[in-house]
């Protein structure tokens, strides 16, 4: 019997603790969604905000369990109109041990802007795993995601659209060590109409080269190494359809955290100084350059791979001289030495004049490259700029090369 009284003490003992237990992890669920402060939430948001000189107006922050809204919102940035966005909410939020917060998804209401003829769209903007950084004013710092996206972009005027886009993504990632940022992203089926520039001339060119509209995609692909502020541009594409690709890659060193505030501190400064004082513009002017000296330049390249682009303007400019496309080819290879002569480096020049002659008798890929030995400081290349410009080809070891 005292058995049995036993074992059962001994199994509500432990229905006891377990019950007990469920009900802290749901007390303690409960009190997470209390310890909200929607007040506080918009308050650290306009913080980080700030620091891209823009602001969020609202009515009111409302609270609906984990879900903040807020209401009749407006974007506001230095020296801009304001953008009214409607009810801006954030599902999910949890609050961070630094202050900040941790949202799964930001949604901002479909936009429909106009502005006299022009009309611009953007549906299904929203940024999953938005990180809003604590801290004050002085500590905070910025934003992290983990998607930025959004649905159809659409820029018209009163009579055609000008510019679409079907969907855009960008996505960041932080390594597990957190020393480096990896970012990607896409805009896809992108169309710009050619048949709405404002020059004519532009404008029959491309018609007479037979685009309507430019279509297809961008794509790129960067890093960031905040300690030593390298910047490694793996890729900043736009592939053209029935023209061609046009590919940039660059590496960078100095874009650090410090560079970074002290190019926003000169920028709100330059915004303060009176336009029509010359020399006041000429010494902010100066500042910057300074500032941008911290910047170190590794390498560049600029590639284009060619799909009938060339051809079409080849037989473009042939016409309107009452040449043939291949004529016109052959015409180029005998200017480029000309045209040339003023680089004043032999070297280079049969090395340009080789890549151009290869490349307009058979449109493969045509790249320049900047491939310096070591790399350069940006006031260097500021210098030889300025004062010796015939020089730069040697310091940032530029290079012309075709079909390779």
């Not at 917060?101 to 940024?127: M, N």
């Not at 060619?306 to 080849?314: C, H, K, V, Y």
Request: glycine share 8%; charged share 20%.
């Amino acid at each position: 019997m005292r058995q049995q009284v036993s074992a059962t003490s001994a199994w509500l003992r432990n229905a006891f603790r377990a019950i007990i237990t469920v009900m802290a992890l749901l007390t303690g669920l409960t009190l997470q969604a209390f310890a909200l402060d929607a007040q506080d939430f918009a308050n650290q948001l306009n913080r980080a905000y700030a620091k891209l000189n823009g602001q969020i107006s609202y009515s009111a922050a409302d609270i609906e369990g984990t879900t903040i809204i807020l209401r009749d919102a407006a974007l506001t940035s230095r020296n801009a109109p304001s953008i009214p966005t409607g009810d801006m909410t954030f599902e999910s939020v949890s609050a961070l041990p630094d202050g900040g917060y941790r949202v799964e998804t930001a949604f901002i209401p479909d936009l429909d802007l106009s502005q006299q003829d022009a009309s611009l769209s953007i549906k299904g903007f929203a940024i999953d795993g938005l990180v809003i950084p604590g801290g004050t004013d002085e500590q905070g710092g910025s934003f992290g995601y983990d998607e930025i996206r959004s649905g159809p972009i659409r820029l018209a005027n009163s009579d055609d659209e000008l510019f679409s886009i079907a969907e855009t993504r960008t996505r960041l990632n932080e390594t597990d060590d957190g020393t480096r940022y990896e970012t990607d992203f896409v805009a896809a089926d992108v169309s710009i109409n050619l048949t709405t520039l404002d020059n004519p001339q532009t404008r029959d060119a491309f018609q007479k080269m037979g685009y309507s509209a430019f279509t297809g995609n961008i794509t790129g692909a960067v890093n960031w190494t905040p300690a030593t502020g390298r910047v490694d541009i793996e890729e900043y594409a736009f592939d053209i359809d029935e023209f061609g690709r046009v590919s940039l890659s660059a590496d960078i060193s100095g874009y650090t955290r410090e560079f970074i505030e002290s190019v926003r501190e000169m920028q709100a400064i330059q915004e303060q100084i009176n336009p029509n004082d010359p020399q006041a513009q000429q010494a902010a002017g100066l500042a910057l350059i300074g500032v941008m000296q911290q910047l170190t330049f590794s390498s560049a390249k600029i590639r284009f791979d060619d799909a009938s682009g060339t051809a079409r303007i080849l037989s473009y400019a042939g016409n309107r001289q009452g040449l043939s496309g291949d004529q016109m080819a052959q015409a180029v290879k005998e200017m480029a030495p000309l045209m040339l002569a003023a680089l004043q480096n032999a070297e280079l020049q049969e090395q340009i004049t080789s890549a151009i002659s290869a490349f307009v008798d058979d449109p493969k890929t045509l790249m320049i490259s900047a491939m310096p030995e070591n790399p350069v400081p940006f006031a260097l290349i500021l210098g030889a700029a300025m004062t010796a410009p015939q020089s730069l080809p040697q310091i940032l070891g530029l290079a012309v090369t075709a079909n390779e």
